[in-house]
Every structure is written in structure tokens, then in C-alpha cells.
């Protein structure tokens, strides 16, 4: 992919808004590298409460690595991460208490029991809300005194969200939750994530390569790439404000200069022409007959963003 | 050899785990050598070279099963049907490196024992076991039962109407026999090479999810997911204890026992009620053993210790050493685990964490050793400081000093690593130290006490150090 992102959005810098209220997370100046190898450069990110965040990017992005950071899991060569305003390292229990993460690979406690695994982690939490373990278990069909090795995948990557979800986090994170459920297992856990945002005001924050999950659940879409954020917004408000325009240069920087449209990205074309991908919060005004502008879907910008 | 033919004898050396490096060759080539060393240290250079030399004949015989392991993997129904050539090269090395190793195992024993001919049927004869036996793995058993059953070579009727028999033709028509025999078994090392179909991939799948047990279960990680209902009956009968204590924990949980419970999500293999259990399995074992001996053969329990000292006490160090070298593993293979367990409310972190942790495995380790030794030292020793082999078990005191490191530095473990470092310490570095006794005339209890000073210094200066690792779980993540 060539293109090259030339602008941020203000998710990339956050600035502090007396209006909202406190975040639930707040990341800053994030630097990680395995290696010589970059992985997160600079990043900036914030997550305000009730927020349902779908992050998208390419295989190898660092999504995983981001959301481990986010959590503490792995130290960063720099920047600073802040959970319910406590800096990540130094969480207290009450904290703690409030974090729920489905990591992506679900077979984990294996020599457990699904009953085994449930009391193990219930014994940790000053809350838990039995009922709904109940509800999830019978309605999610898990054998409950299988080991965890002997269920399938789906089952597995099921338990692993109740688990999650037990102790009624308002932090959830998710790290491709749904890669091993079917069509109807998806969608019956995005009703179950939805119904956890507007009971309990939860902000949640899940990638995945599944993109008509994201459309039916996230209210909020952040494009990561080159170890940034490039890109984080209402997805409503995407489809509504972003196009691609291609055309002559000069055409195109006219327009853009006329209009005020924020540039997300832009790629040369043969002669004398260039594809951009811009976005406008007040509309455009009319398009110059040598400008051609197209709407754009989430698959097409995730293939223009990442 | 054509280049073919070398790219198939090769494929093994080249899929070998890159991560683990020379650890699997180097674990063989010193077990094959501990044995000489003793025969060399005990008795004398002459009775050594023989060892050596049967030594090299076995490693032959380890060659072959590592090659023909490879061939089996090779022989997928796949390429057999679509590779142009495949089935018939897979054959034709396994013939050609079943021969040459042939000849290699004859020369060198009938250099040393004469019957050339003799020796190169015989050395063929249980390559091609190998080979059956590694297609069709449950033909170990009944082999296994077999070699360990005396009775059966010297009594059977059946078995030695059959050896009169190929003895007698072999003394009429020694190179007839050899022909045909020869002939017959390359046509059967030929067949195990199968040419796809649904038949075969089932004997592969079935093949390929063994072979993958064995490895994950060596590096201490679960089997569970390819164990049938015998396997997870039996891991649900060994299991009982560790599940007891989970119970026992589950019901009252406070922050005094918060660790404890953490630790039960690192696996039941390496926590301390499956090591008391192998312990109580393996003491109740011997003791068995010893009953039978005593009250079947008559033998007298004095004169069975006194023959079994050192095999008691290097086989019981190694099991305790091996399992706190073990731990690794198993810290690597949960370190996922462990990243859920870091959100945990209560679960200490940093420097804390490392303390505890160690703190926890380094009694455990500890334990085990001073259990086992005391048990070996009163019992089989009787309690004689001057014994040498009281050398055996004190190079299992220092052991546990290798918990205390930089975990979240550590790169994969391999399968053999454990093994070796256990094989390196305990019968290399007690031989070593049985033998410096000796030859400076000193007392066993100096060596005792030599250690226990080396010990307690290095963990001292270990432990301290221990505050300036970064946070030991996630384990590996810096790796």
C-alpha cells in the first residue's frame, strides 16, 4: 500500500476536554520495539468511559501489542499509560477489579474444568455476578466438567468472554474475540457486549478483522497504522464525511484549500493526478468537473487507513 | 548419493527446532558416554575401549531410528500420490542407509568379538524392529515386554526351535541365509513406506498427533487435548490430589493464601501435590520392588543396597533435580496464563513478585532434595558420611539456585535442556566429585560441606540480584 497518512485526527493527540468525562484510559507518547524492529511509534490514544472502540489494522500492526501495553502486560521503551487515572504499573486491586481482557488465544488453563476455571478466578474478584456466569453457560451451551482442552474452539473462545465479563469489568478488552466463532456465535456475543455497554456504561475496546461485526456493534472506529492511531471516529460520522476525490493535483489542493478538508491520506496517480482521502465535517461545496469523488465503506477505508 | 536421496537424509538434521540448537545430540552423545567414563574410572582403559566401542554401535542404532523418524515424516499420503518419484527415493535411502549403517555396526563389533556376518544380521534385524516399531508405535510394548523378560529367551519353546533353526542354516550356508534374509528385510523397510490413500493418512494423522504429545509433553506443556478416555481417565486419577487442594484453597480464599491460589493456574504438572504423588508412586515403587527380590529370589535386602547405592542415588537426585529444572518449562508454557493472572486484584508485582515466586519454588525444590536425600542417606547409605555415594546426592543441593533468575528474559526451553543440565550436574559432576575424593584421600562430609558453603553464597548473591529483574511474569516476554 502506498499511501501515506499526512494528517492526524485529534484521537492521535488528545487534548484534554473539560466537557467529557474522565477517561478510562489514557496513552501518551507510547515507544515499542521488539528488537530494531518498531512496533508502536509515538503513539497517542485515549478511551472515555461507555466508549465501544473497534480497532482495525493489518496483520502484524501491533494491535496485539498495543492492547497488551494498554494493560500493563508489556513495558514500553517509552511513554506512559494511565488506567482510571492510575499509571499502569502501580494498579491498585480496586483498579485491577475493574479490567476485564479476552486474550486472543482462548485455550489457555487447559488442564482446567470449565467449573474449575470460573472458581479460580471468582475467588479473586470482590465481585461477581453469578447469574449471568449462569445465563452465559447454559445459554453458550459449555460442557461445564470437560477439561478446557478437550472443547472446541468456539467453546473455548466463549468461556474466555464469560470469564471476562463475570466480574463486570468497566474496562473490557478484547483482543479478536470472535476469530473462532461461527456466524450466529458472533452475533450472540455482540448482543451480549452491546447489552454490557447500556446496562453498565462500559467502555470497551476490541480488535478485529471482521468488519460487519464492527459496523453492528462499534460506535467508534480507530485505524492503526505505522505504530500510531492513525484515525479514530464514529464510524457514522466516517462513512458520512470521509471520500476518496481523484483527480488533477492542482484541482485537488484547490478544493481541499476552499473547503477545509482534513487530508487522511493521499496517493500519486499517472499523470499529473493524485487519489485523496479527505474528510469534511461541513460538507463540500461543489466539485470542480475534473474531481471525482466516491463514497466509501469500512472495508474501503480499513484498505486506504491501514 | 544423488541429491535427491541427500535432501531426504538431510531433512531431519534440517527441521530439527532451531531454538534448541545442539541440545538433543549433545543429551545423547553424553548419556552414551557416562557409561564408558564409569567402566573407565572403576575398572580399567581396556574394559572402557569395549564400552566405547559398543557405545558407538548403539549410537548407530540412535542414527537410524532419527533417520528413519525423518523418512516416516516425509512420507506424507500427499506427496506420495502428487510427487513425482517420491515413495520410490524415500525407499531406495532408507535401503541404502539401512545397509551402510549394517555394515558400519558389523566391522566394528566383529573387529572386537569376531562373527562379522553374524553381528551385521543381527544389528540389520533390530533396525528394521526399530523401523516397524516407529511406524506402528504400540509394537514397543509388546518388544519392551519381551527384552525385559528373561524367561522367554531362555525357555520358550517356540523361540528356540526358531534360533536352532536359523543357527543351523547359518552354519551350513552362512551367506545364503545372510542373502535372504537381508533381501527379505529390505523388502520389508520398503513397504513401510506407504503410497498415499486414506489407509495411510490415517496411520500419518494418527503418527503425526503422537509424535506432537511426546514433544509438547516433554517440554512439560499439556496433552490432554490428544488424550482418548484412557488418557484423560488416568489424568483424572492422578489428578485427584491437585484437585483436593484447589478445592481446599477455592473455599477459603483470603490474601494469606492468594499466591497459592495464583499458582494453581501455572498447571497441575508442575505444582507440589504431582510431585508428592510421583514421589509416593516412585518410593512405593522401589519398595515393591525390593519386596519381590527379597521374598522371590531370596536375596537379602543388605547385599540389594548395597548393589543398588548409586543407581538409587543418582536415579532419585536426577528425578528432583530434573523436576525443579522442569519448572522452566512450564513457567514458559503458561506464561499466557500468567498475563491474566497479572490483572488479578492482590497479585503482587515487580520485585515482590519475584521474591514470592522464588521464594515458593526454591522450598519446593529444596524440599524434595533434603526429602529424598535423607530418605537415600538413612536408609540405603545407613547413614555412613563416608559413603562415596553421598557425592550423587549432593549435587542436587545446588539445583534449585537455577530458579533464581531474570524469568522474563528466558527464551524457549527445550525438551532436552532440562535433561542435560540434570545429566551434567548429578551422575557427570558426582562422578567427578567421587573421583577428586578419591584421589586426594578426602572425606565425603568436606564435599558436604564444601557444597552447602558454595550453595548458601551464590544464593545470597542471587538473591539479591533477584530485585533488579524485571517482573518475572509474563515469563519470556523479553526473551
Redesign the interface.
Known amino acids: 500500500m502506498s499511501a501515506v497518512i499526512t494528517t492526524s485526527s485529534p484521537a492521535s493527540h488528545p487534548a484534554p476536554d473539560l466537557a467529557l468525562p474522565s477517561p478510562s484510559a489514557v496513552l501518551r507518547d507510547l515507544q515499542l520495539n521488539y528488537g530494531s524492529q518498531p512496533v508502536l511509534m509515538g503513539l497517542n490514544w485515549q478511551l472515555l468511559p461507555g466508549q465501544v472502540v473497534g480497532l482495525l489494522g493489518r496483520n502484524g500492526a501491533g494491535k496485539t501489542s498495543l492492547l497488551?501495553a494498554l494493560?500493563?502486560?508489556?513495558?514500553t521503551q517509552a511513554g506512559s499509560v494511565h488506567l482510571f487515572g492510575q499509571p499502569v504499573?502501580?494498579l491498585d486491586?480496586?483498579c485491577?477489579?475493574r479490567?476485564g481482557?479476552v486474550?486472543q488465544?482462548s485455550?489457555?488453563?487447559?488442564?482446567f474444568t470449565a467449573n474449575?476455571l470460573l472458581?479460580?478466578?471468582?475467588?479473586?474478584?470482590?465481585r461477581w455476578n453469578e447469574a449471568k456466569v449462569e445465563g452465559l453457560m447454559a445459554r453458550w451451551d459449555i460442557p461445564r466438567d470437560k477439561?478446557i482442552?478437550?472443547l472446541s474452539g468456539g467453546q473455548q473462545q466463549r468461556l474466555s468472554i464469560i470469564r471476562a465479563l463475570a466480574h463486570e469489568p468497566d474496562l473490557l478488552v478484547l483482543d479478536e474475540p470472535v476469530a473462532s466463532l461461527d456466524p450466529a456465535g458472533r452475533r450472540d456475543f455482540l448482543r451480549e457486549l452491546v447489552e454490557q455497554v447500556l446496562d453498565r456504561g462500559t467502555t470497551v475496546v476490541f480488535s478485529t478483522h471482521i468488519l460487519s461485526d464492527l459496523e453492528r456493534v462499534a460506535f467508534n472506529v480507530a485505524f492503526m497504522a505505522e505504530g500510531r492511531i492513525a484515525l479514530q471516529a464514529p464510524l457514522d460520522e466516517l462513512i458520512d464525511e470521509v471520500r476518496a476525490l481523484s483527480g488533477p493535483t492542482a484541482a485537488l489542493q484547490g478544493l481541499i484549500a476552499s473547503d477545509g478538508l482534513k487530508v487522511l491520506s493521499r496517493r500519486p496517480l499517472e499523470s499529473g493526478r493524485e487519489r485523496c482521502l479527505v474528510r469534511s465535517v461541513q460538507g463540500m461545496s461543489g466539485l470542480p468537473p475534473s474531481v471525482l469523488s466516491e463514497a466509501l465503506n469500512l472495508e474501503d477505508l480499513f484498505m486506504e487507513l491501514t | 548419493m544423488s541429491s535427491p536421496h541427500a535432501q531426504i537424509l538431510l531433512a531431519p538434521w534440517l527441521e530439527r527446532d532451531k531454538r534448541t540448537g545442539w541440545w538433543g545430540p549433545a543429551l545423547i552423545l553424553l548419556t552414551a558416554s557416562l557409561p564408558t567414563l564409569a567402566i573407565w574410572a572403576w575398572t580399567s582403559a581396556e574394559r572402557a575401549g569395549v564400552a566405547a566401542l559398543v557405545t558407538a554401535v548403539v549410537l548407530l542404532q540412535v542414527l537410524w531410528s532419527v533417520q528413519f523418524g525423518g523418512l516416516l515424516r516425509q512420507n506424507h499420503p500427499h506427496a506420495a500420490r502428487l510427487v513425482p518419484g517420491h515413495q520410490r527415493r524415500l525407499r531406495e535411502a532408507a535401503v541404502g542407509l539401512w545397509l551402510l549403517l549394517t555394515a558400519g555396526s558389523a566391522l566394528m563389533l566383529g573387529s572386537m568379538f569376531g562373527h562379522t556376518l553374524a553381528w551385521g544380521l543381527g544389528a540389520a534385524g533390530l533396525m528394521l524392529l526399530i523401523a516397524l516399531a516407529s511406524r506402528a508405535p504400540l509394537l514397543w510394548w509388546p518388544l519392551a515386554l519381551l527384552s525385559g523378560w528373561p524367561g522367554f529367551w531362555t525357555r520358550n519353546e517356540l523361540w528356540l526351535a526358531l534360533r536352532g533353526t536359523a543357527v543351523a542354516a547359518y552354519q551350513q550356508q552362512p551367506l545364503l541365509l545372510a542373502v535372504v534374509m537381508l533381501t527379505l528385510m529390505a523388502w520389508l523397510l520398503c513397504v513401510q513406506m506407504q503410497g498415499g490413500g486414506s489407509g495411510h493418512q490415517k496411520v500419518y494423522d494418527r503418527n503425526a498427533r503422537s509424535r506432537q504429545a511426546m514433544l509438547e509433553g516433554a517440554t512439560g506443556r499439556s496433552t490432554l487435548r490428544y488424550q482418548g478416555h484412557i488418557g484423560l481417565a488416568l489424568a483424572r486419577g492422578f489428578g485427584w490430589p491437585f484437585r483436593a487442594w484447589m478445592r481446599h484453597l477455592l473455599a477459603r480464599p483470603d490474601t494469606r493464601n492468594l499466591l497459592a491460589r495464583a499458582e494453581l493456574g501455572l498447571g497441575a504438572r508442575s505444582h507440589w501435590t504431582a510431585l508428592a504423588l510421583a514421589g509416593v508412586i516412585v518410593l512405593s515403587g522401589t519398595v515393591l520392588v525390593f519386596v519381590l527380590l527379597v521374598s522371590l529370589n531370596g536375596l537379602r535386602l543388605q547385599d540389594i543396597l548395597v548393589h543398588a547405592k548409586y543407581g538409587l542415588s543418582i536415579g532419585l537426585t536426577c528425578a528432583t533435580v530434573g523436576s525443579a529444572m522442569g519448572l522452566s518449562s512450564a513457567l514458559y508454557f503458561s506464561r499466557r496464563e500468567q498475563a491474566l493472572m497479572m490483572l488479578l486484584p492482590g497479585m503482587p508485582r515487580g520485585a515482590e513478585l519475584n521474591r514470592q515466586l522464588v521464594r515458593r519454588r526454591l522450598g519446593l525444590a529444596f524440599t524434595s532434595w533434603l526429602l529424598v536425600s535423607a530418605l537415600v542417606f538413612t536408609v540405603v547409605l545407613q547413614g555412613d558420611v563416608n559413603d562415596p555415594a553421598l557425592a550423587f546426592l549432593l549435587m542436587g543441593m545446588p539445583a534449585g539456585l537455577l530458579l533464581m533468575r531474570n524469568w522474563a528474559a528466558m527464551g524457549p526451553p527445550g525438551a532436552q535442556q532440562p535433561m542435560l543440565l540434570t545429566l551434567l550436574l548429578v551422575p557427570l559432576g558426582g562422578l567427578v566429585c567421587h573421583e577428586a575424593l578419591r584421589w586426594l584421600g578426602l572425606p565425603s562430609w568436606l564435599l558436604a560441606a564444601s557444597m552447602l558453603a558454595l550453595t548458601l553464597l551464590i544464593g545470597a548473591w542471587l538473591w539479591r540480584r533477584l530485585a533488579s529483574y524485571p517482573q518475572a511474569f509474563p515469563v519470556g516476554r523479553l526473551g
Open positions: 497488551e494493560l500493563g502486560l508489556r513495558e504499573a502501580q486491586d480496586a485491577r477489579a479490567i481482557y486474550p488465544q485455550d489457555l488453563f487447559d488442564g474449575q472458581a479460580y478466578f471468582r475467588s479473586f474478584y470482590p477439561p482442552a478437550k
